[in-house]
């Protein structure tokens, strides 16, 4: 993948903090990476910044576009849901 362009965003009362990994500039919402293959990982800290509403979800999205070796342009988006509870245990009895 070529001319990498990496947004995340989370739902209301989640911000997304910090980019972790090695790939070239970066700002608060934008990780930019020239050239990345499959064997590279990137991750990000989650901060609350507000109260979140127990036994409901809270969502994280990223969406990354780039360039095929062929010069094709793609966009992929991942969506994930996490759980909120009061409780790091109910998180753990739930998740067999």
């Not at 990000?44 to 990223?62: D, G, M, P, T």
């Amino acid at each position: 993948m070529y001319d990498v362009s990496i947004r995340t965003r989370g739902s209301l009362g989640l911000e997304i903090t910090r980019y972790l990994g090695g790939f070239g500039d970066s700002s608060e919402t934008v990780i930019h990476i020239p050239c990345m293959n499959s064997d590279q990982t990137i991750g990000f800290l989650a901060k609350q910044k507000s109260r979140l509403e127990i036994n409901n979800f809270a969502y994280i999205q990223l969406a990354i576009l780039y360039t095929t070796v062929t010069g094709e342009e793609r966009t992929r988006v991942f969506n994930y849901a996490f759980g909120v509870t009061n409780s790091l245990s109910n998180t753990l009895i739930n998740d067999r």
